[in-house]
């Protein structure tokens, strides 16, 4: 099956994050403007990290994200922290879901959640855009690059994110932060590839740290709603890793997409770009750099090899989430299938960047 018959569309609520459907009706019927029900609840397929709901009322659809039920580590899963981000950048007119209320109270549905619009549109799972004719997919990839773009150049402190993001070197921060998150993580276990990335990358931080921005952290293709017939980002999803950093941290995760092949997560490597019709990874620097102001990426490599690391480190998450039987997603073991592959591919990529 594919990623994008895995995780589309919805169904019913797994038994694992079920939760009592009359007391969500009674907050949403005090706490969201002109809601009325009745209300039934049905569960996204996609997503491994915080369980996500589609609510239908006779009047419109809405989405609810929660934290998971459950043993968790210490810190993830901040909804709270989403919910602050999309309200915020939504003021600034940047594309992302209308917010309707926050509710921390345990005591409702068992753990905190927030309520957002449905963005009607289209989700693609797979980043050669296949369902998309071949001569719109520089389109598609164009505005993919000038939404985050449009992000990285918001001011925080314009936005009311000034105090979003701890201060100091990002990248030092966010490798002491997986690093700390693997190891902990007993039930997920070692990864002899992320062991020897853990002790390589904290020694090969570059110096470079510009003013902080607004970073997504998991900017991809299938975190993004485009319009139903346009290459047009209508809203960008899944604010979860979301902080203030290194803006050239986020880009390069997004960059990550022509470095991976297609059996880890969904890649470019291995393919046709000129066949495809797709922009070239030169070209697609080229253009977020003319955007953002910059004349070019040093470090490149390094950044990549952070990022392939960083992401070995969530789907390590995910293993351990799966050992403890709260993850998210129906399709977390064929995620974490992939994780001493991705770790591997980091540990290839820091050896581009000059590890030993």
């Known amino acids: 099956m594919d990623r994008n018959a895995r995780n589309s569309g919805a169904g019913a609520v797994r038994e694992a994050h079920r939760f009592d459907a009359a007391a969500l009706d009674a907050w949403m019927a005090a706490n969201v403007a002109d809601y009325r029900g009745p209300l039934s609840i049905e569960q996204f397929r996609g997503g491994q990290s915080n369980p996500t709901y589609r609510l239908a009322t006779p009047a419109r659809f809405y989405v609810l994200r929660r934290k998971p039920p459950g043993q968790l580590l210490a810190g993830a899963h901040a ?38 619009e449905m963005v009607e549109g289209r989700i693609f799972w797979d980043t050669t855009f296949a369902d998309v004719p071949r001569a719109d997919r520089p389109a598609y990839f164009d505005a993919m690059n000038e939404t985050l773009a449009r992000l990285h150049m918001i001011d925080p402190a314009a936005a009311g994110l000034a105090d979003y993001g701890k201060p100091g070197n990002y990248f030092a921060r966010q490798i002491a932060r997986w690093s700390k998150q693997y190891r902990e993580d007993v039930a997920a ?47 960008v999803l899944d604010w979860e890793l979301s902080t203030l950093g290194h803006p050239l941290a986020d880009f390069t995760y997004h960059l990550m997409m022509y470095r991976m092949p297609p059996g880890i997560t969904t890649g470019l490597a291995g393919a046709d770009l000129e066949a495809l019709n797709i922009p070239s990874e030169a070209d697609y620097v080229a253009a977020y750099c003319r955007r953002t102001g910059r004349e070019g990426i ?23 989430r799966l050992a403890r039987g709260n993850a998210s997603s129906a399709h977390a073991a064929s995620m974490v299938a992939m994780l001493e592959p991705l770790a591997e591919l980091a540990w290839t990529q820091a050896k581009r960047a000059g590890a030993r």
């Open 79 to 116: 909804v709270d922290r989403e919910y602050r981000v999309i309200t915020a950048l939504g003021a600034q007119g940047f594309p992302v879901p209308r917010t309707y209320g926050l509710c921390v109270d345990e005591a409702v549905i068992g753990t905190p959640f927030y309520v957002m």
């Open 189 to 235: 276990g070692p990864v002899a590839a992320m062991d020897r990335l853990v002790d390589w990358l904290p020694a090969h931080v570059p110096a470079d740290e510009p003013q902080p921005r607004v970073i997504h952290g998991d900017y991809r293709c299938d975190n993004m709603i485009f319009h139903p017939g346009e290459p047009r980002v209508l809203a």
């Open 298 to 320: 040093p470090d490149l490599d390094f950044y990549l090899a952070f990022n392939l690391f960083r992401l070995a480190g969530i789907v390590h998450g995910i293993k351990g």
